[in-house]
């Protein structure tokens, strides 16, 4: 009987029971052939597709990259069941990739400092019969050390992403925590966006008695246009850089408390009603908010104050293959997709120790 290893073909013993009526092939298992694929082929055909749409992985990159003759159904098959997998294996808290213990950056203070981040990003639905559906929000979290800190280059990172719960993608980035040493670190830094329940999440489920101490850092440049938004309809688009350039430097020197007081001092008695409901939400944001917008301190301790990672990583892991063109996704492939673009996109042990985990250690 033969079968396919890759696009060789291969005479091997085929055993029959008469009792069960089932067949096997011991050579298989020696082999780590699965459904005819061996695993190597299926890493291929999933590279392929995690990285590029089907059809055209199919067409065009496996083909003239590989040899291997497949279609276009048989790419995604293969890619969202690695997928799912993997999405299996982190619900379950089985770990993917090697423990270990990351060299943690030095702050001024001389402590060692630890970086987490949290944010959403819309993935396009498919409805039934091939219609539009609402669109959905796919978490992307990680745990990570900054490109470079001071003039070292030190880049670390791992990510987990899909459709889920706030606490499950919680779960899962505290398990990518642990597995990095993040409690070793002297200080964790939780950076996020003014969105509801982040900081919570963070602080609670993510770093909750694994942090030794947590500071929660608004981004700074998400402060800063919401500052611009409200300038430019106070003042008009024409004349609002120069209001905005102050308050943006006295946000970053002052704090966050400086531009508060300062804003709970206008007089817009006269102003549009317009005017009015963005200075009470201004503030409303900002009251929210006082508490992680010391921004001189931060800059003081030379750490980072814009959570650029985490929306790098919202168009890097999730943008750049589930919302090109026409693209519409069910629920179960999204979160497959997304999983497996976050393995990818992490430091390469992870993708390497899943799809070959005998060669790291």
């Known amino acids: 009987m033969t079968s396919l290893l890759g696009n060789v073909a291969y005479p091997r013993a085929y055993y029959h029971c008469d009792a069960c009526h089932?067949?096997?092939?011991?050579?298989?298992?020696?082999?780590?052939?699965?459904?005819?694929?061996?695993?190597g082929v299926q890493e291929v055909i999933s590279l392929a597709g995690?990285?590029?749409?089907?059809?055209?992985?199919?067409?065009?990159?496996?083909?003239?990259?590989?040899?291997?003759n497949v279609s276009a159904s048989t790419v995604e098959r293969v890619t969202e069941s690695a997928g799912q997998d993997v999405a299996e294996r982190r619900?379950?808290?089985?770990?993917?990739?090697?423990?270990e213990e990351w060299r943690w950056p030095v702050d001024a203070q001389g402590r060692t400092t630890a970086y987490v981040s949290l944010d959403a990003t819309g993935v396009p639905?498919?409805?039934?019969?091939?219609?539009?559906?609402?669109?959905?929000?796919a978490w992307v979290g990680s745990v990570f050390i900054p490109t470079f800190?001071?003039?070292?280059?030190?880049?670390h990172v791992r990510y987990v992403s899909g459709l889920m719960s706030l606490e499950e993608v919680g779960h899962q980035l505290r398990h990518e925590c642990q597995q990095v040493g993040l409690n070793r670190?002297?200080?964790?830094i939780c950076l996020t966006d003014g969105g509801n329940g982040l900081e919570d999440c963070l602080t609670e489920v993510v770093l909750g008695g694994l942090s030794a101490e947590t500071v929660t850092i608004l981004d700074f440049y998400h402060c800063a246009e919401h500052l611009s938004e409200f300038i430019g309809l106070w003042i008009g688009p024409d004349n609002a850089e120069e209001q905005a350039s102050h308050w943006r430097h006295r946000l970053k020197h002052e704090g966050g408390a400086a531009i508060f007081d300062e804003l709970q001092r206008l007089d817009l008695t006269r102003a549009s009603p317009?005017?009015?409901?963005?200075?009470?939400?201004l503030c409303g944001y900002l009251r929210s908010n006082l508490h992680r917008t010391d921004y001189p301190t931060y800059v003081e301790h030379g750490w980072e104050i814009g959570s650029g990672e985490i929306?790098?990583?919202?168009?890097?892991?999730?943008g750049q293959r589930l919302k090109c063109a026409g693209m519409r996704w069910k629920p179960p492939g999204t979160t497959a997709i997304c999983q497996l673009r976050a393995l990818y996109k992490s430091d390469y042990p992870l993708w390497q120790s899943y799809w070959n985990p005998r060669t790291v250690t």
């Open 50 to 68: 995690v990285q590029e749409a089907f059809a055209e992985s199919a067409e065009r990159v496996l083909h003239r990259m590989s040899g291997l």
């Open 149 to 155: 800190h001071g003039n070292r280059k030190m880049r």
């Open 311 to 318: 929306e790098s990583a919202c168009k890097t892991v999730v």
């Open 185 to 188: 670190a002297q200080v964790t």
């Open 22 to 39: 089932h067949g096997w092939h011991p050579t298989d298992p020696e082999l780590g052939l699965e459904t005819k694929r061996t695993r």
């Open 125 to 137: 639905q498919q409805g039934d019969h091939a219609g539009r559906s609402d669109g959905r929000m």
């Open 274 to 281: 317009a005017v009015q409901e963005s200075h009470r939400q």
């Open 91 to 99: 619900t379950t808290k089985n770990s993917i990739g090697p423990q």
